[in-house]
């Protein structure tokens, strides 16, 4: 039995000895696992941080190309706009001034064609409808329609005395 019992020692001590070493590996194993989770929770950290960082960053830069993307066509469309109100507001008011001026310089001349025909009104009745032409050198009296000059001679089928140049 001695040798019964000497191998069931010897079993004993193995098992003991391989489930001492089972845990050690366990706990060595535990705890590599406790520190590879740990580094890769502080790597995980580090890599969000940075990426979080660079997205700021990139953000930033889109935000800063959109504003200037944003603000020439803006620019150029308030410079376009004032162009065209104030070439247009500029037109208006010369187009305005000018036919002003075009309607007074009409109602002056319709005052000055005005006192023209009351000065001609006035030399014909002054003057009993008589005119005086001159025709191919020779000159006339043109008489009123209704009198009878003696030659007879007529002009416009007015008649008319001829003047002699002696």
Same mark, same amino acid.
């Given at each position: 039995?001695?040798? &019964?019992?000497?191998?069931?020692?010897?079993?004993?001590?193995?098992?003991?000895?391989?489930?001492?070493?089972?845990?050690?590996?366990?706990?060595? &194993?535990?705890?590599?696992?406790?520190?590879? @989770?740990? $580094?890769?929770?502080?790597?995980? #950290?580090?890599?969000?941080?940075?990426?979080?960082?660079?997205?700021?960053? @990139?953000?930033?830069?889109? #935000?800063?190309?959109?504003? #200037? @993307? /944003?603000? #020439?066509?803006? +620019?150029?469309?308030?410079?376009?706009?004032?162009?065209?109100?104030?070439?247009?507001?500029?037109?208006?008011? /010369?187009?305005? /001034?000018? +036919?002003?001026?075009?309607?007074?310089?009409?109602?002056?001349?319709?005052?000055?064609?005005?006192?023209?025909?009351?000065?001609?009104?006035?030399?014909?009745?002054?003057? /009993?409808?008589?005119?005086?032409?001159?025709?191919?050198?020779?000159?006339?009296?043109?008489?009123?329609?209704?009198?009878?000059?003696?030659?007879?001679?007529?002009?416009?089928?007015?008649?008319?005395?001829?003047?002699? $140049?002696?």
């Amino acid at each position: 039995m001695e040798r &019964t019992s000497i191998a069931n020692d010897l079993s004993d001590r193995l098992r003991k000895r391989l489930e001492s070493e089972r845990r050690e590996i366990e706990e060595l &194993t535990a705890s590599e696992l406790k520190r590879l @989770a740990e $580094n890769s929770r502080r790597v995980a #950290r580090n890599a969000l941080r940075t990426i979080e960082r660079d997205t700021e960053e @990139a953000t930033g830069r889109v #935000r800063e190309l959109l504003l #200037r @993307a /944003w603000l #020439r066509p803006l +620019i150029v469309g308030l410079s376009l706009w004032l162009g065209f109100f104030g070439g247009s507001w500029a037109t208006m008011r /010369w187009l305005g /001034w000018s +036919i002003h001026d075009r309607i007074e310089t009409l109602a002056s001349a319709n005052a000055r064609i005005k006192e023209s025909h009351e000065t001609l009104a006035e030399l014909e009745a002054d003057t /009993w409808g008589i005119a005086l032409r001159e025709i191919k050198g020779e000159r006339y009296v043109v008489l009123p329609f209704g009198t009878r000059a003696d030659p007879g001679w007529k002009v416009r089928d007015r008649p008319a005395v001829k003047l002699s $140049n002696r």
